[in-house]
């Protein structure tokens, strides 16, 4: 899986996004977030846009310790040609974000000389 590296150093990696098994994938790009130990955040414009189904609300650690809940939904994601149901959280962020939840037992490598990003 190939990505890019943007103008302002973010690892950024287009990945397939359906709300069921059944559904029409559409193309996210996400930023790789190795902070982040869930799978996928979304913004709650493109939540609603793709129709996704709301699970329940979650317990967050900020990076600066704090807790708060956030609201969480379904989604399928094309990960290396096999479709895996994840769970979305949702934010005001601009970018989508892919957390260590979905690379775990995956290489990631990212040359921020060639601006290439890899994901194997």
């Not at 650690?61 to 096999?82: H, P, Q």
Request: negative net charge; contains cysteine.
């Amino acid at each position: 899986m190939r990505g890019f590296v943007d103008d302002r150093n973010r690892a950024l990696l287009p990945i397939q996004v359906a709300s069921s098994l059944q559904a029409e994938p559409i193309e996210v790009l996400v930023w790789i977030d190795t902070a982040f130990d869930g799978h996928l955040v979304f913004s709650k414009e493109l939540i609603k846009k793709m129709q996704l189904d709301s699970l329940v609300e979650t317990e967050a650690i900020l990076a600066d310790g704090s807790k708060i809940t956030m609201e969480s939904y379904f989604c399928v994601v094309d990960w290396f040609g096999r479709k895996v149901p994840v769970q979305v959280i949702e934010n005001d962020g601009r970018f989508p974000l892919l957390g260590t939840g979905l690379l775990d037992g995956r290489t990631v490598h990212i040359n921020y000389d060639t601006k290439a990003v890899t994901v194997g």
